[in-house]
């Protein structure tokens, strides 16, 4: 696909992904796509995780790093997200997805 007749959230994709790659810094002025917000299924690369300390924390520990790849399997809706990360499927809550911030790997 062109970059013409891409979509418009595909394009923003695109160049949050040029971002992650070059490491950019995100902070209170963060940048990304939540990962229910994408626009398609398919690999992706974490680049943030918002939320608090304790949102964190459970993302870490259920693997989601920034820098680690996922797989999209299902958007869910808005209502449930299904991701497979490091040879694990996960489904996550719309709150919790809302919070990973992602860009095509």
């Known amino acids: 696909m062109t970059e013409d007749h891409a979509t418009p959230s595909c394009l923003l994709l695109s160049d949050i992904a040029a971002q992650c790659q070059r490491r950019h810094r995100f902070g209170r002025g963060q940048t990304g796509t939540p990962l229910p917000e994408t626009c398609c299924n398919g690999r992706m690369r974490v680049c943030a995780i918002s939320g608090d300390r304790q949102t964190c924390a459970k993302m870490a ?10 797989e999209l399997l299902c958007k869910g809706g808005g209502q449930q997200c299904m991701i497979k990360i490091d040879g694990s499927t996960l489904s996550l809550d719309a709150p919790s997805a809302a919070t990973i911030m992602v860009a095509p790997a």
């Open 61 to 70: 520990n259920l693997g989601v790093r920034p820098g680690s790849e996922l």
